[in-house]
């Protein structure tokens, strides 16, 4: 004759179940959300409103600055603020081209707008901003907005945050390095080499 399981035995069984059960519901729960959360690596063209994603993990432009009279250079946006960082707080506003290639005249990819902020407490030779920026890019295949943000030093080459995006570039992470490639009288050059995570 076979004995019937004690109560004991069976509420140990049926807690090992309920708890398997409960991990099962958990896992599937985390996957759900994981695959609805957004991230490029999840998300099927065909369903991404807008531009197409950008698939990429690097991306390179040049950014062409012009400091002075805009009058006097017809092909670079100007900066909205003509003034240096002098003091501790001191803002700038700036607005510039971006092109796809170092040259003046290389096809234009979008623009640079943003902010500095004079972090340096002692005046010094030493540049120390913080800087933030939103890099509207329209490259005829892909299109949307970047925002970065982080210290730039004198020496370069600087990194930066990437920490967000719109349209083709709809929730971006990573970093980038910025590298100032040309000082030329009131020309300045500088290199974007972005690299994203998601």
């Known amino acids: 004759m076979v004995a019937a399981p004690s109560m004991t035995g069976r509420t140990a069984n049926m807690r090992i179940v309920a708890l398997v059960l409960g991990l099962l519901i958990h896992r599937a729960s985390q996957t759900a959300v994981a695959e ?3 991230s490029s ?37 100007p900066p909205l603020n003509e003034s240096f960082s002098g003091s501790f707080g001191h803002g700038e506003l700036f607005a510039f081209n971006a092109t796809e290639g170092p040259e003046q005249t290389s096809s234009r990819v979008g623009s640079v707008r943003g902010f500095t902020i004079d972090s340096a407490y002692k ?3 030493i540049i120390d901003l913080i800087e933030v920026e939103l890099i509207s890019y329209d490259d005829g295949n892909y299109k949307g907005t970047i925002q970065i943000q982080g210290e730039i030093r004198a020496i ?31 020309y300045r050059r500088f290199h974007h080499d972005l690299h994203f995570v998601y």
Do not use: H, K, M
């Open 41 to 77: 690596c999840n998300i099927d063209a065909a369903t991404w409103p807008g531009p197409p994603p950008f698939r990429e993990c690097r991306l390179q432009y040049y950014v062409q600055v012009f400091v002075g009279d805009p009058s006097l250079n017809q092909n670079l946006l």
């Open 36 to 38: 609805g959360s957004g």
């Open 123 to 125: 005046a010094s030779d």
């Open 156 to 186: 370069s080459p600087n990194e930066v945050a990437i920490v967000g995006g719109t349209g083709s570039f709809r929730g971006a992470r990573g970093f980038g390095l910025i590298e100032r490639v040309l000082l030329d009288g009131p």
